[in-house]
Each structure stands twice: as C-alpha cells, then as structure tokens.
C-alpha cells in the first residue's frame, strides 16, 4: 500500500520560488526511484525531474534545466522539486511517481508508464 502525498504549491508571481514535496509511506523508501511530472488541461501528463534510488543519477526535462532541483532524503522518506524563477508556463497540477526497482537497477525513468505509484497532485499557479 505505498502512498505518495504531494505538499507545498500555491499561487506565487513570475520569478519566485517554490519547494514541492513528496512524502511516502507503505515502502521501503530506498529501494524506489522517484520523479515529478506535471499536467495541465488538454496535454498529457509531461516529465520534469526524475532521479534513482540513491540520488546518484538525476534528470531533466530540458524546459526546468538550469532552474529546478530533484532531491532526496532517504532519512526522511521525502522527495523534493526545488522550483527558482518560475514562469507562467510552469503553472500545472504537478504529481509524484515512484517506481520499486531491483537492487541492481541503478536507473532514473523519465516515462509515465515507468511509474507504479502516484499522488494526487499539487497545484501550482504562476501569475505574469
């Protein structure tokens, strides 16, 4: 029963910044991979960041290089998306997705279809 809870969206002005977390129960924390995606109406749910069970292997879409960071705290169970100088653009629901992987997969997965868990998602509105 794995469960993935989105926090700390909001409505902020363009060049802010915004921290998204991810808690995650139900697991082994360690052995998941983890990524953020985002959706907003009319297009599929996009990729943003995605990083491997030890944080070693990061990546991301090339519209977020440069501005947003990916983290982990095994410690913690928690996942992280860093956000700086935030666009209009970057306004969507954005999700969580975990994917248990074997102890030899040292991969981050950046496909909808990768992911087995979901949360539901946390708003993000960026004003011009």
């Known amino acids: 029963q794995v469960q993935l809870v989105e926090s700390g969206g909001g409505w902020v002005q363009t060049g802010d910044s915004l921290r998204l977390s991810c808690g995650f129960s139900g697991g082994t924390f360690s052995t998941y991979a983890f990524g953020w995606f985002r959706r907003t109406p009319g297009r599929e749910r996009e990729f943003i960041a995605a990083l491997s069970k030890s944080g070693g292997r990061i990546g991301y879409a090339d519209s977020v290089k440069g501005r947003f960071i990916i983290s982990r705290d095994n410690a913690a169970k928690m996942v992280y998306l860093q956000m700086n100088n935030l666009k209009p653009e970057d306004t969507a629901v954005y999700y969580c997705?975990?994917?248990?992987?074997?102890?030899?997969?040292?991969?981050?997965?950046?496909?909808?279809?990768?992911?087995?868990?979901w949360g539901q998602g946390t708003q993000v509105t960026v004003s011009s």
């Open positions: 997705a975990a994917r248990p992987l074997p102890p030899h997969d040292v991969n981050f997965y950046i496909r909808r279809y990768d992911y087995d868990f």
